[in-house]
């Protein structure tokens, strides 16, 4: 069993920056693949980023490439995701999710291959 705990979601103005962070427990953390989806008021839940086991690659959804980064510290037992540059329709629920059925190369950007979720945490970013 793996439990995810996001963190660092709150109001930013437009422009502005975030840094969330993902708590995960288990001891086999290093051999899950990462991501963070996000679900906006009335829409559907969405990809926005993900990274791979070793940390080596990652992968991230059109509408946040190049403002966003993803990254991991195995030591900690944690995923982040920093997001420079926000603007309002960023605003959403972000969840972290973890595939723990990962190969090294594996980049989960789909529901389906994740196997569990945090509670997600709120970010708003006003205009």
């Known amino acids: 069993q793996v439990q995810l705990v996001e963190s660092g979601g709150g109001l930013v103005q437009a422009g502005g920056s975030l840094r969330l962070s993902c708590a995960a427990s288990?001891?086999?953390?290093?051999?899950?693949?990462m991501a963070w989806f996000r679900q906006a008021p009335g829409k559907e839940l969405v990809f926005v980023a993900a990274?791979?086991?070793?940390?080596?690659?990652?992968r991230y959804a059109d509408s946040v490439n190049g403002r966003f980064t993803i990254s991991r510290n195995d030591a900690k037992n944690k995923v982040y995701l920093q997001m420079n540059s926000l603007k309002p329709e960023d605003t959403a629920i972000y969840y972290c999710?973890?595939?723990?059925?990962?190969?090294?190369?594996?980049?989960?950007?789909?529901?389906?291959?994740?196997?569990?979720w945090g509670q997600g945490t709120q970010v708003t970013v006003s205009s």
């Open positions: 999710a973890a595939d723990s059925l990962a190969f090294a190369l594996s980049l989960p950007t789909t529901k389906s291959e994740i196997d569990y």
């Open positions: 288990g001891r086999t953390f290093i051999d899950y693949a």
């Open positions: 990274i791979n086991c070793s940390g080596e690659n990652t």
